[in-house]
């Protein structure tokens, strides 16, 4: 339900990729509907190929949806990425040519700022994710995980209002990525942005999240919403609490039986022999 | 000095050694009569003689017109196949018509072509230029089409979320993220405009490095003959090297991506 206070929603929304070469039409997501609160911090899993990237990529204007509607601030969202949404890929999408400093400036100088506020902004924005020293180091000499700060810093220096991450920390080690979420959270509450991630760890969404949204084998759609009832002020510690373990594990009950499906479609059919 | 620097400065002696080591065994077979000087002269005349040459300034004109027909030809090949490598890349279906037309291109032995292009051109550097250009553009088509497949597709979706237009992602996004596969047709492409300027020269030219080989060892002036393939090899060797070190500079900021 649209209140004042909803700052990107879905209705009804429905993607389906159309046939290709030897494949029939896949109907990816589906029908859906979000309603994201201004400044809350809300995370997706489910399945794997449920459809959990399609719906940040119908949220950002990358995607087009088939049925539905989209809106961020109010206005539909079609065919382009509205101004004030910033994403953050899953696949390392920092520029190989260009050192941290001018990856993360790119945005920036694009949009014509002044130069000086150029410096300022990229120099807190470096000092922020914890690069400083390596402003002038080209991505390559970088590890995935320095390299996926670089990119969230290039969204973060243009302080947009609804940010959408695609499994940032997908490709690192359980620590590191614990550690993360501790950067995205004081990120959240120091820029007060609206943020949607999508995770395939179940630890990292509850822990995360004011609300986790847990989704169906593919066609994706959600089958249940969690309010996790965490404090604002919290951090990766809270994975300690006895109702963290409680949490992870409804969320798994509400996803097993989705995953073993979703298993079922990529052996065909062999997962109900496991079940069994 | 790190381990890789190490191993790399005992390739670039052992390099050293090898090239040294074979000029070496070449000038003591010259020296000593076991290859005729007449068909071989020792490395060390080459080089006085290529020296004696380039102080007379007698070759300046020839030198000067290889390298011209080199540069147009080089500039025709890579702005053109960079052209064609783009609009077959946003061509899905003429390009799925050309490739096995591009796979076997170099199968074509252009200088059959020769007595066409002197009809069209005459004995001008009309047909040197566009034998070496045909010997060049492929390779960059092929490479200009290596380079934008292989750009990840999150580049482009991380540009729609800059908002930025066609023409700003190509430059932008595009070009700089093909660049390495760019820079490996720009290579290929000036060692095969070489190949074919020199080439040309020798059948259809009346003036030029090709040429003055050809004359030289038509008129058994082997000194002079020697001389200017030493100047030829030199000039290419110098080249090569110049884009190799840019090259590895260039993969090097990039860890090889």
């Known amino acids: ?276 | 000095m790190s381990a890789a620097a190490c191993s790399s400065r005992r390739l670039g002696w052992l390099r050293t050694g090898l090239i040294v080591g074979a000029l070496a065994v070449t000038e003591t077979l010259c020296r000593t009569g076991l290859i005729s000087k007449q068909v071989l002269i020792p490395p060390t005349e080459m080089a006085a003689s290529l020296g004696a040459l380039l102080r007379s300034g007698k070759f300046n004109d020839d030198i000067a017109q290889t390298l011209g027909c080199v540069a147009a030809a080089l500039a025709l090949a890579v702005i053109f196949g960079f052209a064609c490598g783009v609009t077959l890349h946003a061509l899905p279906r003429l390009r799925r018509a050309l490739d096995p037309l591009l796979a076997t291109y170099y199968a074509v032995p252009f200088f059959v072509f020769y007595p066409v292009l002197i009809s069209f051109f005459g004995l001008s550097r009309g047909p040197v230029i566009v034998i070496a250009f045909l010997f060049a553009v492929v390779v960059m088509v092929i490479n200009t089409l290596n380079g934008l497949d292989r750009i990840p597709r999150v580049l482009t979706k991380v540009a729609r979320v800059h908002h930025m237009a066609p023409l700003d992602t190509a430059f932008r996004i595009k070009l700089p993220a093909a660049a390495p596969h760019l820079f490996t047709g720009l290579k290929l492409a000036v060692a095969y405009t070489f190949i074919g300027v020199i080439a040309s020269e020798f059948i259809m030219a009346s003036s030029g490095l090709g040429f003055q080989i050809a004359y030289t060892y038509n008129n058994f002036d082997n000194r002079t003959m020697y001389a200017l393939m030493l100047f030829v090899l030199a000039l290419v060797t110098i080249v090569n090297m110049g884009l190799h070190v840019w090259e590895q500079r260039l993969l090097a900021r990039r860890g090889g991506r």
């Open chain 1, 1 to 276: 339900m649209l209140t004042n206070n909803t700052h990107a929603a879905l209705a009804g929304v429905t993607r389906v990729y159309p046939a290709a070469a030897g494949h029939g039409e896949v109907h990816a997501l589906g029908p859906v509907d979000l309603t994201l609160a201004r400044g809350e911090f809300f995370t997706v899993v489910g399945p794997s190929g449920c459809g959990k990237s399609t719906l940040l990529e119908v949220l950002a204007g990358l995607s087009p949806a088939n049925a539905g509607n989209t809106s961020f601030e109010g206005k539909t969202v079609e065919g382009r990425v509205p101004e004030g949404v910033g994403v953050v890929f899953q696949e390392d999408a920092s520029f190989p040519w260009l050192t941290v400093w001018d990856n993360v400036a790119f945005g920036l100088r694009r949009a014509g700022a002044d130069p000086a506020e150029v410096e300022r902004r990229v120099r807190d924005a470096i000092a922020f994710m914890g690069l400083k020293d390596f402003a002038r180091a080209y991505p390559a000499q970088l590890s995935g995980g320095m390299r996926q700060r670089v990119c969230i810093a290039r969204t973060l220096v243009l302080r947009p209002r609804l940010i959408l991450l695609d499994e940032p920390f997908g490709a690192l080690d359980a620590q590191t990525r614990l550690l993360m979420g501790d950067e995205l959270l004081r990120l959240w509450r120091e820029t007060g942005a609206t943020v949607l991630l999508i995770t395939h760890a179940l630890d990292e969404a509850a822990m995360l999240a004011d609300r986790v949204g847990a989704m169906s084998a593919r066609p994706g759609r959600f089958i249940d919403v969690v309010a996790t009832g965490w404090p604002r002020e919290r951090d990766s510690r809270i994975v300690a609490r006895p109702e963290f373990g409680a949490l992870t594990g409804r969320l798994w009950e509400l996803l097993r039986g989705e995953s073993i499906k979703a298993l079922g479609h990529a052996t065909g059919g062999r997962a109900d022999g496991m079940q069994a």
